[in-house]
């Protein structure tokens, strides 16, 4: 009997997983604050948001309560927690709310903060590339999927980090909030494209049965990695439509900008 079959996956071992009342609780959070937004005399805020934040909620919990048994379930797990539930997330600037909330000083602070040198160097893209990427291959091509079959502890934390990662990179990449530190958006789309090759020669080696190191038939590994190649190729569609739209061409410099002549004053 496989490892995969002999052991239920991590997190639905006792039942219901209690990882999955994270996400309401993190909407919930995030409602409040918007509805304080919305009192009376407040600046608002877009319904639009709220909706994409609550949107990337459900998405973790699908991805939390989705069996895991084999490695099809996986796979769904990966890209539910990995890939669209952070889209979502982001799109709901959970930042920029953060900041309309709190208080003037502790809010300045939190300014400080994403302008520290760590910051910078943790919100670069290619830093959410290396956690994103870097632990999908380490994940599938190293014993540790594996030991997360037989560990639910270990399962858990793969898990949190796939949903911290893939936010950071999506955050870095075509987030709506704050990022004083953001390179170009030229230079975003290279990152992106990168992640894209990286992603889908991960689901190349899986559907050969290549260095990989998963306990599955090979009816499993071609079928979650079909999953992971084109769903996977459809969050990184949405990723880069969101990086395009926040667009905006740049001014050609030493060119100054024309304004319309002032109308001439009456006395």
Excluded: C, K
Excluded at 50 to 55: A, C, E, I, K, R
Excluded at 222 to 228: E, I, S, V
Excluded at 236 to 243: D, N
Aim: aromatic share 6%; charged share 15%; glycine share 10%.
């Amino acid at each position: 009997m496989r490892a995969a079959d002999a052991v239920s996956h991590a997190g639905h071992a006792g039942g219901f997983p209690a990882t999955a009342l994270l996400p309401a609780v993190m909407f919930w959070a995030y409602l409040a604050a918007a509805l304080r937004l919305r009192d009376p005399g407040g600046p608002g805020w877009a319904h639009r948001r709220t909706v994409s934040f609550g949107l990337g909620t459900l998405l973790v919990a699908a991805g939390l309560l989705a069996p895991g048994d084999d490695f099809v379930g996986h796979m769904w797990q990966h890209l539910l927690i990995g890939m669209l539930a952070p889209l979502a997330l982001v799109l709901g600037a959970p930042v920029t709310l953060l900041l309309r909330t709190l208080d003037r000083r502790t809010a300045r602070r939190l300014v400080h903060l994403l302008r520290h040198p760590a910051a910078r160097v943790l919100g670069h893209p290619v830093t959410g590339l290396l956690l994103t990427a870097g632990g999908l291959w380490l994940l599938h091509l190293t014993p540790l999927y594996r030991a997360t079959l037989e560990n639910p502890l270990l399962h858990t934390l793969t898990q949190a980090h796939f949903l911290l990662s893939g936010f950071l990179f999506t955050w870095s990449v075509a987030g709506r909030d704050p990022g004083p530190h953001r390179p170009r958006v030229p230079v975003r789309l290279v990152v992106l494209g990168a992640g894209v090759a990286a992603h889908a020669t991960i689901a190349q080696l899986l559907y050969a049965g290549v260095l990989v190191d998963v306990p599955a038939t090979g009816a499993e590994l071609r079928a979650g990695a079909t999953l992971m190649y084109y769903l996977g190729d459809l969050a990184e569609i949405a990723l880069a439509l969101a990086l395009l739209a926040t667009w905006r061409p740049e001014r050609p410099t030493g060119r100054p900008a024309t304004r319309p002549a002032a109308a001439p004053v009456r006395a």
